[in-house]
């Protein structure tokens, strides 16, 4: 009990210094890509919409081998390449090699993700799973309320620098990976090769629709850094951004602190749906409000009630997903349901072609009506399963 408590502690303080590291960065990354290579908004949208479509999709195979391979190296694997993009992005003379440094980011972050909730679920018992992932993004919250402070501050020396310390982070969380269990399922309980995986998650239509959900969900609140950084700078100047977005950022960390762990606690399984559909709402009005809101006090209220569907929905999904995985495909589950970032890999891109087409409010409110449909096909997901449930009870039923 000891070993796993300490264990359990070390993945807890990878994820705060991994958050941090990437905190340090977030509001500066829109602003680094503009003023290095002088890309306008709509083609910040595209490299970032690409990039992140790729590590995306990249997803499905890295929860394969999260199953296959020790998990301890894939997560050391993960910091180092990390580290590296963020080391590259700074010193970028073109768009290609930017790409390349924000590749090795999201792909490797992707990989470590999974890797990391895969290595939680096999310390706890799944009673305990949402309580203690709702502390580790609680943790990873507490990361992203100082790291945009400390990222303006080295900006303001050399816009460099946040970037390197961003990778000096990473690098430094590799000693709290010893010790940490690296096993991957027993090879007699899973698909045999990545192909018999992929037609066991193709066949899982519950779990289809409910990534389909997830995906419109992550249109919202996946990059929200991004689209409003990039909605901002369609009226505001470069300074004003950045104290907007660092406040926001401050904003949404410090709701999460206050109320992620303690909501996470009382969510249960047979009421995940009724906290979704919170959230959903919640996201959706957020979204209108921001619309209708021209000053930095409003945009942070807003972005409280935002905060607020976000505690929600990240934990409510993660117990989703975990319930309908079997032991033995958790990285995959995972993996499968990772492809809902294609949400935020698309954002970057619709928010770049909407602002340079459209009114500004026309991008906000169109992400309102992507939570409201993405409500309606989680709720048809669970409809599916309880279905499913019904017919896989009705011959023990009969055979009773």
């Known amino acids: 009990m000891h070993e796993n408590r300490r264990r359990i502690g070390q993945l807890l303080a990878l994820s705060w210094l991994t958050a941090v590291g990437r905190a340090v960065v977030a509001p500066l990354l829109v602003l680094t890509l503009g003023r290095r290579l002088g890309l306008a908004s709509a083609e910040i949208g595209l ?7 790729s590590a995306t999709l990249s997803s499905l195979y890295l929860g394969y081998l999260v199953d296959r391979f020790n998990r301890r190296r894939l997560m050391s694997l993960a910091l180092s390449l990390v580290a590296v993009g963020f080391a590259l992005i700074p010193v970028s003379s073109g768009v290609g090699m930017a790409a390349c440094g924000l590749l090795l980011v999201e792909g490797a972050f992707s990989l470590f993700g999974i890797a990391a909730k895969a290595a939680l679920s096999d310390l706890l018992p799944p009673a305990s799973r949402g309580r203690l992932f709702s502390l580790r993004y609680t943790l990873v919250n507490i990361g992203f309320a100082i ?6 501050l080295l900006m303001e020396k050399d816009p460099a620098w946040p970037f390197w310390l961003a990778s000096a982070l990473l690098l430094s969380g590799l000693p709290l990976l010893r010790g940490l269990p ?18 066991v998650l193709g066949r899982d239509r519950v779990l289809l629709l409910f990534i389909l959900g997830s995906l419109l969900a992550y249109m919202v609140h996946g990059r929200f ?12 100047d470069d300074a004003t951004v950045l104290r907007w977005m660092s406040a926001l950022i401050l904003t949404n960390a410090l709701v999460v602190v206050t109320l992620q762990y303690p909501l996470g606690r009382w969510m249960r399984q047979r009421h995940l749906l009724r906290w979704i559909a919170l959230s959903s709402l919640l996201l ?10 021209g000053t930095l006090f409003a945009w942070c209220a807003w972005m409280a009630v935002f905060t607020l569907g976000e505690v929600i929905i990240i934990p409510a999904e993660y117990l989703y997903v975990d319930a309908l995985a079997p032991e033995a495909l958790k990285g995959s589950y995972y993996g499968a349901h990772s492809l809902a970032f294609v949400g935020s890999a698309a954002n970057p891109v619709l928010s770049g072609l909407m602002l340079a087409a459209l009114p500004a409010p026309a991008l906000l409110w169109t992400l309102a009506g992507a939570c409201l449909l993405g409500l309606a096909l989680v709720r048809r997901a669970e409809r599916l399963r309880r279905g499913e449930e019904a017919c896989r009870a009705a011959p023990d039923a009969v055979a009773g």
């Open 182 to 199: 690296g096993r991957a399922a027993a090879a007699g309980a899973r698909p045999a090769g990545f192909a018999a995986t992929l037609r």
């Open 147 to 152: 790291g945009p402070f400390i990222g303006s």
């Open 284 to 293: 959706a009005a957020s979204m209108l409000g921001f619309a209708h809101s």
């Open 225 to 236: 850094a991004d689209y409003l950084s990039m909605y901002l700078l369609k009226t505001h």
């Open 47 to 53: 490299l970032l919409g690409a990039v992140l479509l």
